[in-house]
C-alpha cells in the first residue's frame, strides 16, 4: 500500500509551460500532473524515470493545487486545452479520499477551460455530471488507455489497474452521458501486445463502445535504467532475449521507423475498416478550441494518414504549416500550397478563394 504525503508546494506551477508544438494526440497545449507518483505502477510507464523512489511508493498529495490553479487560470487562453495525462493517474485510490482531481475539474467548470481527462479507474464516472456540464460549455474528453483484452497479460502488464473489461463499460457509460471518450493504446510493446491479432481484437472492443477515436505510440525507453526495467519485465512475460528490443530499438529511445511504419499501416487499416478515427476527429473539437489550434490539429492529423499512405512531401508541409500556425508565424502563401487550404483558411480568417 502506498503512503500519502500531504504537501504545500506555493512556488511550483501547476501547469506545464505553454507547448513549443501542440499535442496531436490529446489535442493540448498545457498538461498537468494532479498527484505526484502513481499507485498503479505500471511497470512500463516512463514515469518511474523521473522518481528517485519507486512510483507506487509515495503519493505526493497537493493539497495547495486548486489555489495555485485558480490563480493561473486567468492568465490561460480558453481556446487552449489543458491535459491532465502527464506522470499518474489523476483517479488513482488517492482521489477517493482527497477529491483534488475533482476541485481541478470545477475550476475548469467555472472558467470554460477545455480539458482531456487519462484515466484508468471507473472512479471517473462519479463526476460524471460535471463532466457533462464541462463539455456543453466548452469540451472535456476521457481517455483511457487499453493495451490487450487478454486479462492474463494485462495482469502482468499493469496489475494495479482496473480490468480492461472495467475500462470498456467505463467508456460505454461516459459515452451514453455525452461525454466524448477515445482509447489510448499505449503503449504497443513489441513481442507483448503489437500483434495483429491482439491490436485487432483491442480496435473491434473500441468500435463495439463506439469510441470517437483511437490514438497510439510506442514503448518508450528513454535511458539504461528503464531499459533493464523492461528486460526485467520481458523475462516475467516470456522468453524475450535482450536482442530482440536492441533489434527493434537499435539503442535508441523508440522503436526504429521501419518498424513503426508497418505497425501504423497495420493499425490505421483496422481503423479505417472499422469506422473508427485514429485521432480525435474535427467535430469533436470544431467550436471548441481557438481557430489557431483547430487549423494545427486538423493539419497534423492529415500529416500523420499522408506519411502512411506514401504522400512524404504533402505530410512535411502539413507538419509545418501545423506547427507555424500554431505559433502564430504561417504565411498565407505556403498554406494554400495544401488541399486542406478551403477548410484550414477560413478558421484562420483567410479567403476561400486565391
Known sequence: MAYYQRELAPNVPPLSARRPLINEYFLSAYTMS??????????????????????????????????????????????????????????????????????????????????????????????????????????????TTLLTLDQHLATRLEGRAPSPQLRLEMLAELKRAGIPVGVALLPVMPYVNDSNLNLRRVLHACAEVGVDFVVWDYLHIPNERHRHRINVLLSQLGSYPPRYYRDVYRDQATVNPIYRHDRDRELLQRCDELGLAPRAPHQLYAGKLSPRNEAALLLRHAAFRDR???????????RELADAIFQGRFRAADLRQSPLYPTVGPLLGLPTTT
Open 34 to 143: 494532479v498527484y505526484t507518483g502513481c499507485e498503479l505502477g505500471c511497470p512500463y510507464c516512463d514515469s518511474w524515470v523521473y522518481n528517485e523512489r519507486p512510483l507506487n511508493e509515495t503519493i505526493a498529495i497537493p493539497v495547495d493545487l486548486p489555489q495555485r490553479l485558480a490563480a493561473a487560470l486567468p492568465k490561460i487562453d480558453r481556446g487552449d486545452l489543458i491535459a491532465i495525462s502527464a506522470l499518474s493517474d489523476p483517479y488513482q485510490p488517492a482521489e477517493q479520499t482527497y477529491r483534488i482531481t475533482r476541485q481541478v475539474l470545477q475550476l475548469f467548470a467555472e472558467h470554460g477551460q477545455p480539458c482531456l481527462i487519462m484515466t484508468k479507474s471507473p472512479l471517473v464516472l462519479e463526476d460524471r455530471s460535471l463532466l457533462q456540464k464541462m463539455n456543453e460549455r466548452s469540451l472535456a474528453v476521457v481517455v
Open 308 to 318: 502512411l499512405q506514401g504522400r512524404e512531401r504533402l505530410a512535411h508541409l502539413h
